[in-house]
Nanobody, 115 residues
Framework: QVQLVESGGGLVQPGGSLRLSCAAS????????MGWYRQGPGKQRDLVAA???????NYADSVKGRFTISRDNAKNTVYLQMNSLKPEDTAVYYC?????????WGQGTQVTVSS
């Protein structure tokens, strides 16, 4: 079992920055691939960024060059640094942990980009 708790969401103006954190507990964090997904109003949940156990990263085209995913295995935490935020980044952001058929989700954190 893996428990995931996101934090760091909030209201930010266009062009601003936020850093999301996802703290994991329960199983061996370092053995899980981690990801951030988001779901805007009336939209499906889409992958934003992912990081493998070896540190390889992958990003949605819409956030490349603006968002950075990272993980700290010593702290059992994955981060999403979001810069140059746009109104279209507004969504609930979810942390995800995956290993083989085991998939876990956090409860989500709201990010609102608005002036």
């Amino acid at each position: 079992q893996v428990q995931l708790v996101e934090s760091g969401g909030g209201l930010v103006q266009p062009g601003g920055s936020l850093r999301l954190s996802c703290a994991a507990s329960g199983s061996i964090f370092r053995s899980y691939a981690m990801g951030w997904y988001r779901q805007g109003p009336g939209k499906q949940r889409d992958l934003v960024a992912a990081i493998t156990t070896g540190g390889r990263t992958n990003y949605a085209d819409s956030v490349k060059g603006r968002f950075t995913i990272s993980r700290d295995n010593a702290k059992n935490t994955v981060y999403l640094q979001m810069n140059s935020l746009k109104p279209e980044d507004t969504a609930v952001y979810y942390c995800n942990a995956a290993k083989s058929l085991d998939v876990y989700w956090g409860q989500g954190t709201q990010v609102t980009v608005s002036s």
